[in-house]
C-alpha cells in the first residue's frame, strides 16, 4: 500500500519542491515591494486569458490556452509597471485589487459563454498537482532554472527597486522599466504554476516559506535558506498526510503551511514571553 502511495505522490512532490524552489524567493521581492496579492492579481489575469482560449476551443493543456494566459500575463505586467510611482499618492495594492477584480469579473463573463465554463475556472482555482507527469515536472523545473538565471544576472536593480526603491530614483534606474521585467518574469513563472497547483497553492508557496524565512533569519542568503527549508518541510508532511488520510493534496498543503506559519507565530510570541 505505501510503495503505491509513494509511487503516486511521488512527481507531485517534485513538482512541490520546484515550486518551493522559486516561489519562496520570489516572495520575498513580493512582500519586501508590499504586493502581497500581486501573485494572485497575475494568476487571474492568466486565467483570464487561458478562458478566452477556451471560449475559442483551446483546451486547458494546450499551448494555445498557455500562449494566451501568457499574453495576458504580459500586458497585465505592463500596467502594473505603469501604475507605478515615485511619489506613491494611490498605493500600488489598491491598483492590484483593481486589477484583481476587473480579471476576475472578465473570467467570469467568458466563462458564463463556455460549456462547463464553471469546471473551467474551478481547475484554474485549484490546479491538478495530483496527475502532474514526469515530463511536467522537468520542462517546469527548466523554465524556472532559467528564469532564476535571468533574475540572478539582474538580481542589482531587482532588490535594489524591492528594498530601497528611494534610492533606485536617486541613482536614475529606470524603474518602471525593470519593474516590467520583474512582473513579466514573475507572470511567466505564476502562469505555468497556476495550470499545475492552482491559484491558492501557488499563492500559499509564494508568501509563507518568505515570512518564515523572515521571521527566523537575518540577510537574504540566511532567509532563503529558511524559506527553502520551511518550504520543503511542510510539503513533506502536508504529501503523507494528504496520502494516509485521503484528502485534497493541494487543500492539505494550503492548510499545513496556514498552520505551520501559525505555530510558528506562536512559538516566537511564547519565546519572546519567556
Known amino acids: 500500500m505505501w510503495i503505491d502511495l509513494l509511487a503516486l505522490m511521488w512527481m507531485p512532490f ?40 477556451f471560449l475559442f476551443g483551446y483546451e486547458l493543456e494546450t499551448w494555445e490556452s498557455y500562449a494566451a494566459g501568457l499574453g495576458f500575463t504580459v500586458l497585465g505586467a ?4 505603469l501604475t507605478r510611482s515615485r511619489t506613491r499618492q494611490v498605493s500600488h495594492e489598491a491598483v492590484i485589487g483593481v486589477v484583481y477584480a476587473v480579471s476576475s469579473a472578465g473570467a467570469v463573463l467568458l466563462a458564463d459563454r463556455t460549456p462547463h465554463g464553471a469546471e473551467h475556472l474551478r481547475g484554474m482555482l485549484v490546479g491538478s498537482i495530483l496527475s502532474v507527469q514526469g515530463s511536467e515536472v522537468l520542462k517546469v523545473a527548466v ?16 532588490f535594489l527597486i524591492s528594498t530601497d526603491p528611494d534610492r533606485a530614483y536617486r541613482e536614475a534606474w529606470r524603474v518602471r522599466v525593470w519593474d516590467f521585467f520583474f512582473y513579466a518574469s514573475f507572470g511567466v513563472v505564476v502562469t505555468s504554476s497556476v495550470r499545475i497547483a492552482g491559484v491558492l497553492l501557488v499563492f500559499s508557496y509564494l508568501i509563507v516559506p518568505a ?17 527553502w527549508a520551511f518550504g520543503t518541510g511542510v510539503s513533506i508532511v502536508a504529501m ?13 498543503v494550503v492548510c499545513a503551511f496556514g498552520l505551520s506559519l501559525l505555530g510558528l507565530g506562536l512559538a516566537r510570541r511564547v519565546g519572546a514571553l519567556g
Do not use: K, N
Open 14 to 53: 517534485l513538482m512541490c519542491l520546484v515550486l518551493t524552489g522559486i516561489h519562496a524567493y520570489l516572495g520575498f521581492h513580493v512582500i519586501a515591494r508590499e504586493v502581497v496579492f500581486v501573485d494572485i492579481a497575475l494568476a487571474q489575469i492568466a486565467a483570464l486569458g487561458a478562458t478566452a482560449a
Open 78 to 81: 505592463l500596467v502594473l509597471a
Open 143 to 158: 523554465l524556472y532554472a532559467l528564469i532564476g538565471l535571468f533574475h540572478w544576472l539582474c538580481r542589482r536593480p531587482f
Open 211 to 227: 515570512l518564515a524565512g523572515i521571521l527566523l533569519a537575518r540577510g537574504i542568503g540566511a532567509r532563503l535558506a529558511v524559506g
Open 240 to 252: 503523507v498526510a494528504s496520502a494516509a488520510l485521503d484528502l485534497p493534496t493541494g487543500a492539505t
